[in-house]
């Protein structure tokens, strides 16, 4: 399955900053200024729920926009650019089903994946608000 969103928008700062830097934040550190944060294409396969025998599945998901300059594993593309429009492999994993050690079998993933857990996160559909909490 593939699938996609775009996620944009602006912070308001009424005091006109002449850096159009907003201090103390990072996903919405510009001021005044339109951004494409996030445009997200994912590509996945599932494993099979009835599987009884060996399955596998996958899922990468790439990042590219504002929001890349601050999600990036450490060494993956953190320095490919200074440009403030980046890319980032939010999640790049594998999984298989495996019919060995228990009746049922077991199931692994392995690989590079962010938390789905904490009320900001950085898939713009799970977040309530635009903006992040400030890191002042």
């Known amino acids: ?22 201090f103390g934040e990072l996903f919405q550190d510009r001021a005044n200024t339109f951004r494409m ?35 990036h594993s450490i060494g993956m593309f953190s320095l490919a650019t200074h440009s403030p429009y980046q890319f980032d492999f939010v999640e790049f994993n594998g999984l298989a089903h495996l019919p060995v050690l228990v009746s049922g079998g077991i ?22 608000f635009y903006s992040h909490n400030s890191i002042t």
Do not use: C, H
Not at 1 to 22: E, K, L
Not at 59 to 64: A, D, N, V
Not at 107 to 128: H, L, M, R
């Open 37 to 71: 944060n996030q445009l997200v294409l994912t590509g996945e396969k599932d494993l099979d729920p009835a599987a009884t025998g060996m399955d596998w599945g996958f899922k990468i998901q790439g990042l590219y926009g504002t929001d890349a300059r601050y999600t």
């Open 107 to 128: 199931d692994v993933k392995a690989g590079v994946y962010s938390t789905p857990i904490g009320y900001e996160v950085i898939d713009a559909t799970g977040n309530f």
């Open 1 to 22: 399955m593939v699938s996609g969103y775009v996620d944009g928008g602006t912070s308001v700062n009424f005091d006109s900053p002449a850096n159009n830097y907003n």
